[in-house]
C-alpha cells in the first residue's frame, strides 16, 4: 500500500494561472485546457519526461537549423513556441520544480486548496483518480464546503460530485 501525507510539503510545488499569453507560448497546454471538467492539471515527473524533455529541445535545436536556410532566426523561435518550450517545460517539472497549472476561475474558487493538494498528490506519487480522491475525502468533507445548500458552484465542476460519491 502506498503512502501519501497531506499535511507534509515535503515536494516543491509551483502554482501557474492559465492565461492567454502562456497558451500561445506553450500551445501543448491547450489539449488539457479545452475540456472545462480539467479545473488544474500537472504534468508526471519521472525521469521517462526528463527524456522526452531533451528530445524535444534536441528537436527543436534541430529543426531550427534546419530550417534557417528558409526561416532565418525565425526559425528557432517558431520552432521553440512548438517545440522547444515544452521540452523546457518538462525538464523544469521534473528536475527543478513541479507547476500545477490551474485556470483563472479555479484560482479564485473556494475549491482551490483541495484542487491544488489534488494536483500536488499527482505531482508527488503515481496514483490513479480513484486513489487520489480516496485521499482527499480523508481530509475535505462536502459538508465543509456547503456542497448540499451552496448554488455558487459551477455547473461542469466535478468536485462536488467527487466529494458526495461514496
Known amino acids: 500500500m502506498r503512502v501519501f501525507d497531506l499535511g507534509r510539503k515535503s515536494e516543491r510545488y509551483k502554482v501557474v494561472v492559465i492565461n492567454p499569453l502562456l497558451l ?5 497546454l491547450l489539449v488539457h485546457y479545452i475540456d472545462k471538467r480539467n ?5 508526471t515527473r519521472d525521469h521517462i519526461m526528463g527524456v522526452f524533455g531533451i528530445l524535444f529541445i534536441g528537436l527543436w535545436l534541430f529543426l531550427g537549423k534546419l530550417f534557417t536556410k528558409y ?3 525565425f526559425s528557432y523561435i517558431i520552432f521553440f513556441i512548438y517545440i522547444g518550450s515544452f521540452g523546457t517545460l518538462l525538464l523544469f517539472n521534473t528536475y527543478v520544480m513541479g507547476i500545477v497549472f490551474i485556470r483563472r476561475k479555479c484560482y479564485n474558487c473556494k475549491f482551490k486548496k483541495l484542487i491544488i493538494d489534488h494536483e500536488r498528490i499527482h505531482l508527488e506519487a503515481n496514483f490513479s ?3 487520489v480522491w480516496d485521499k482527499l475525502k480523508n481530509v475535505y468533507t462536502a459538508q465543509q464546503f456547503g456542497v448540499y445548500d451552496n448554488g455558487a458552484i459551477c455547473d461542469y465542476c466535478p468536485i462536488p460530485a467527487h466529494l458526495i460519491e461514496e
Open 24 to 28: 500561445v507560448l506553450l500551445p501543448q
Open 39 to 43: 479545473l488544474a492539471f500537472s504534468l
Open 71 to 73: 526561416l532565418w532566426l
Open 129 to 131: 483518480e480513484k486513489e
